[in-house]
């Protein structure tokens, strides 16, 4: 095992915790931090492409992905101060940035000379909008969905579900995984592994259960929720994983960046949340509403 790694891991699991616990979810720091990880990450990915020889419009992507981010903020928020109660409500405002965006981008084929080389550019713009800020979006909404001026614990839940759960893959997987489970895209996972990410975020989920009292944030949270999201959140994450594991591959690249010693890149660090935060803010809308 890499020891560096963990110690790295472990250090970044602090600060974060330490942050979840004490700062509002409303806060603009909140704000700027989501943000933040949103642009790197939908940057990271246009670079991937890049490297792949894949066309996208970095600049234009990752600035329309934050807007869209941001929009999503506001939504959650009520754009209390920006939509007075006469005009359009919120919902709907929401989805006309997002149809701007992707329009924006269409009408961009317009200013190349081969109506080919635009819309490849176009469909990879479009590619990391909905890859990164469009699944992004929905951890925003997770991260709001209770009382904004309270720590985001709804958001803390489901990043803790989700790192405990790589843990448990990685300490279970390297250590008895024989099994592949996907050769082809991630050589390195396998089948113990992916029981051992089941595990561990059961664990994570009946201790959740215990500590809050039955609470996920403004939700009841029961018994048969923490089973239930303790076996699908592991599943989809890794399924993220490997969506992001097979475009790594496909243009030929180790790690979507390499800023974190073992960690890689951001977009190394969220592929599983983009896929498990939908999956919890659907369950959440649902089942616990």
Not at 85 to 90: A, E, F, T
Not at 218 to 223: C, L, N, T
Not at 251 to 266: A, E, F, P, Q
Request: with cysteine.
């Amino acid at each position: 095992m890499d020891k560096k790694r963990i110690i790295i891991g472990l250090s970044i699991a602090t600060v974060l915790v330490t942050l979840f616990c004490i700062i509002p979810a409303g806060s603009l720091f909140c704000l700027a931090a989501l943000l933040a990880v949103c642009g790197m990450g939908t940057w990271e990915f246009y670079r991937m492409l890049e490297k792949g020889g894949l066309s996208a419009s970095k600049k234009v992507g990752t600035l329309s992905g934050l807007v869209f981010a941001g929009a999503t903020w506001s939504y959650m928020l009520g754009f209390k101060d920006f939509l007075p109660s006469h005009r359009l409500p919120p919902d709907t405002m929401l989805w006309s940035v997002l149809l701007v965006v992707v329009v924006s981008i269409f009408f961009r084929i317009l200013a190349y000379p081969s109506m080919r080389e635009g819309l490849d550019n176009a469909l990879g713009t479009l590619l990391g909008l909905l890859y990164v800020p469009f699944l992004w979006s929905f951890f925003i909404r997770v991260f709001l969905s209770g009382d904004p001026a309270q720590p985001a614990w709804a958001g803390f839940y489901l990043l803790l579900c989700m790192k405990i759960s790589d843990s448990g893959g990685y300490f279970v997987g390297t250590r008895y995984g024989k099994r592949r489970l996907a050769p082809v895209i991630s050589p390195k996972k396998s089948w113990e592994g992916l029981g051992g990410s089941v595990l561990f975020c059961l664990a994570a989920n009946i201790l959740w259960l215990v500590f809050s009292h039955g609470r996920l944030g403004a939700f009841p949270f029961s018994f048969g929720d923490a089973l239930l999201l303790g076996i699908l959140i592991p599943l989809v994450g890794t399924c993220g994983d490997l969506v992001e594991s097979m475009f790594k591959r496909a243009v030929d690249v180790k790690d979507s960046n390499t800023m974190i010693y073992g960690l890689g890149g951001i977009l190394d660090m969220i592929d599983s949340i983009l896929f498990a935060s939908p999956l919890l803010y659907i369950y959440m809308k649902f089942a616990l509403e």
